[in-house]
Every structure is written in C-alpha cells, then in structure tokens.
C-alpha cells in the first residue's frame, strides 16, 4: 500500500511565480489540493522566479506574464532556454502578443487565471508528463495564425534546412507534433512506444534547436 510519504517523494514539484502574494495563496491552495503535488517556492517576480527555478529545479514554474524586475515571457525564455523547469503560463491576459510570446518562448502551456482549479492540476500533470496545454479559450487564435496568409505549409522548396537534420522516423513524429498529437497518440499512430516517443520529441527539439512542443507545432504549422 502506497503511503503519504511515498506520494510526497514522487510529488511533482511546483514553483509559482506571480508578483500578488494573494493570487499566489490561491495558487498554493489549487496546486496543494493534487495529492501528487508539492508547492516548493513563491518569486514575486522574473528575476526570482528564473534564480529560484535554478536553486530548486522544480518540474512545473506556474508563470504569471506581468511582473515587475523581469517580466514572466522573458523569464520563461530563460528558464526554458536552460531547461531548468517546465513552464505553465497561468495569467488574466489572453491578448496575441502574450500568448505568442510565451510560446515563442518555449512554455509548455497556457492557461488563464479563470481556469477551474481541476483545470489547472490537470494541465500541470500534463506539463510535467511533456505534452503541451492550451486554453480553450486562445485555441483558435493559434489555428487562425497557422492558417493565415503568408504562414501557409511550407513547401519541398522551402523547407528549413533544419529539417534535413532530421531522420525519418523523427520527421515522422515532428508532422505529429504539428497535429498537436500527445505521447500516447504518437504512439498508437507510428507503432512505437511512448518512451520511444519521448527519445525521438527530445532528439526532435535538440536537432530544430526548440524548447518545447508547442514551439515545435508552431516551427511546423509555419
């Protein structure tokens, strides 16, 4: 029988980074109402949150984007940068410049502060487990830029040079990221593993020179 203490052991780690102590009390309470996750830090802004996340390697940064110091897209960038942690964005605003912004920078997810608490616990074991979440509620603005004029597919002739670094197999799992495909599905269609997977999205995102999922969607839907 598992006990608490082995539940705490294995818990997925969290770093909220929020410059409201309130709003970062309420993340707490949400966060700590997962059985399987531990709250290990609180940065007021950027700057702290980016030291904070290389002192503590937490798996999970939950990131506000406006914040004083260093503002949450730039720390994202580089905590991402050093893989240091995944990044969650956790904000109240959805306007494009954010949302592209913090994917570009390599977040693993994007949700807004409306989201239900389940909503937020749900998205951060998906984080952590590598696959890429997006709030309903900006779904379609990503899907409406992808297929805007001028960011149409990219043709054989135009094709990234990048991509020649590639093997089939990998450009077979990167046309699945670009379906926004999770592990498990990527599995199922190429009949491989989902720790096959794994090894193939990291040599994908190495090779391409990315930090996350999402912006291996986007390197591909462009």
């Known amino acids: 029988m598992t ?13 909220l980074a929020d410059d409201h102590a309130a709003i970062r009390l309420g993340m707490r309470m949400v966060v700590e109402t997962g059985a399987d996750m531990e709250v290990v830090g609180e940065a007021g802004d950027g700057a702290l949150a980016v030291s904070m996340a290389r002192t503590l390697r937490p798996d999970v940064v939950l990131m506000d984007l406006r914040m004083p110091v260093v503002d949450g897209i730039a720390a994202t960038r580089e905590i991402c940068a050093d893989s240091l942690a995944k990044v969650l964005v956790l904000t109240t605003f959805d306007h494009d410049t954010y949302l592209f912004g913090a994917l570009q920078a390599g977040a693993s997810g994007f949700l807004l502060k409306t989201a239900e608490p389940v909503a937020i616990t749900e998205a951060i074991r998906h984080v952590h487990n590598g696959d890429h979440v997006i ?3 900006v779904t379609a603005r990503i899907v409406s830029a992808a297929l805007s004029p001028g960011s149409g597919h990219t043709t054989a002739a135009s094709q990234p040079p990048e991509l020649d670094l590639l093997t089939g197999r990998e450009r077979e799992v990167f046309e699945c990221l670009g ?13 491989i ?3 096959t997977v794994k090894t193939h999205v990291s040599r994908v995102l190495a090779k391409l020179g990315l930090q996350s999922r999402v912006q291996a969607a986007l390197f591909r839907r462009r």
């Open 193 to 195: 593993s989902e720790a």
């Open 135 to 137: 709030a309903p509620e």
């Open 3 to 15: 006990t608490q203490d082995e539940i705490r052991a294995h818990a997925i780690t969290v770093l």
């Open 179 to 191: 379906g926004g495909l999770t592990n498990y599905s990527i599995g199922r269609q190429l009949g």
